[in-house]
T-cell receptor, first 108, second 113 residues
Framework: KNEVEQSPQNLTAQEGEFITINCSYSVGISALHWLQQHPGGGIVSLFMLSSGKKKHGRLIATINIQEKHSSLHITASHPRDSAVYICAVITSGSRLTFGEGTQLTVNP | GAVVSQHPSRVICKSGTSVKIECRSLDFQATTMFWYRQFPKQSLMLMATSNEGSKATYEQGVEKDKFLINHASLTLSTLTVTSAHPEDSSFYIC?????????FGSGTRLTVV
């Protein structure tokens, strides 16, 4: 069993839909990252959070430390949101442990 | 925000040659740089951790003589793939930890022919 599990692995949505990607982890962490990887490979950090909730534009990330669970929400999804979304946790020694990623496709 | 510039973005080389990949921190000092490799449809795999002024720490199964890492300054870390073979073809990406979390280079797609 992976230390970081994401669901779903693949997600197809229509433009405008509300999207949720989930991440569960089984190890102790100091923080959690949500990353976006574009088709060309480049990776952008969307959020780093260790508690509560953060919002940036149409993106919202939440984390529940007790339940070891985080969610990434995208409101009013758009085709340009199509990418791979990766949950990564920061464990001891500042090491990042990655989930398998969620491939999101938003159709116009 | 903190930016890591990675070059080249794409390189094709012949089998047996060496390729150097550079990662520069543009507006902060990166005492530690992490180097990852990613095969198609797979997660990023940590190869090694480089620390400025000291030897890199390699993950189990990563050949340190094949993947040479140098972190000679607080703003530059390099990964050299020596005697490259087709099985080294992959996507290589660096990352540094800042006060705002991790920031990533844009990645290097290496193809060995």
């Amino acid at each position: 069993k992976n230390e970081v599990e994401q669901s779903p692995q693949n997600l197809t949505a229509q433009e405008g839909e509300f999207i949720t990607i989930n991440c569960s982890y089984s190890v102790g962490i100091s923080a959690l990252h949500w990353l976006q990887q574009h088709p060309g490979g480049g990776i952008v950090s969307l959020f780093m959070l260790s508690s509560g909730k953060k919002k940036h534009g149409r993106l919202i990330a939440t984390i529940n430390i007790q339940e070891k669970h985080s969610s990434l929400h995208i409101t009013a999804s758009h085709p340009r949101d199509s990418a791979v979304y990766i949950c990564a946790v920061i464990t001891s020694g500042s090491r990042l442990t990655f989930g398998e990623g969620t491939q999101l496709t938003v159709n116009p | 925000g903190a930016v890591v510039s990675q070059h080249p973005s794409r390189v094709i080389c012949k089998s047996g040659t060496s390729v150097k990949i550079e990662c520069r921190s543009l507006d902060f000092q990166a005492t530690t740089m992490f180097w990852y490799r990613q095969f198609p449809k797979q997660s990023l795999m940590l190869m090694a951790t480089s620390n400025e002024g000291s030897k890199a720490t390699y993950e189990q199964g990563v050949e340190k003589d094949k993947f040479l890492i140098n972190h000679a300054s607080l703003t530059l870390s390099t990964l050299t793939v020596t005697s490259a073979h087709p099985e080294d073809s992959s996507f290589y990406i660096c990352s540094a930890l800042t006060v705002h979390g991790y920031t990533f280079g844009s990645g290097t797609r290496l193809t060995v022919v």
